[in-house]
Nanobody, 122 residues
Framework: QVQLVESGGGLVQAGASLRLSCAAS????????MAWFRQAPGKEREFVAK????????TYTDSVKGRFTIARDNAKNTLYLQMNSLKPEDTAVYYC???????????????WGQGTQVTVSS
């Protein structure tokens, strides 16, 4: 089992920045791919960004490229999502997830955090 705990969400104005954190514990593995997803009210959960734990290759959804950065601290078993130039359409609950597979599809992820709310006002 892997436990994931997100933190760092909040209410900000458009153009502001936030950094989300995801602390992993339990049977953590260097083979996991780690990802951030988000879900806005009434919408499907969508892929935001992912990073392979080995090698650190990253992938972003088009709407956040150039604004969000996914990063990790191996020593702390923590994944981050730096979000800059936030827009109202970024408002959602953000979830951290872990998977051996590394796809962009939520159904392929085995472990999930409880989510952290990000609200961006215009």
């Amino acid at each position: 089992q892997v436990q994931l705990v997100e933190s760092g969400g909040g209410l900000v104005q458009a153009g502001a920045s936030l950094r989300l954190s995801c602390a992993a514990s339990g049977r953590t593995s260097s083979s996991y791919h780690m990802a951030w997803f988000r879900q806005a009210p009434g919408k499907e959960r969508e892929f935001v960004a992912k990073m392979s734990w080995i090698g650190g290759s990253t992938t972003y959804t088009d709407s956040v490229k150039g604004r969000f950065t996914i990063a990790r601290d191996n020593a702390k078993n923590t994944l981050y999502l730096q979000m800059n130039s936030l827009k109202p359409e970024d408002t959602a609950v953000y979830y951290c997830a872990a998977s051996f597979g590394g796809s962009n599809v939520p159904q392929s992820y085995d472990y999930w955090g409880q989510g952290t709310q990000v609200t961006v006002s215009s």
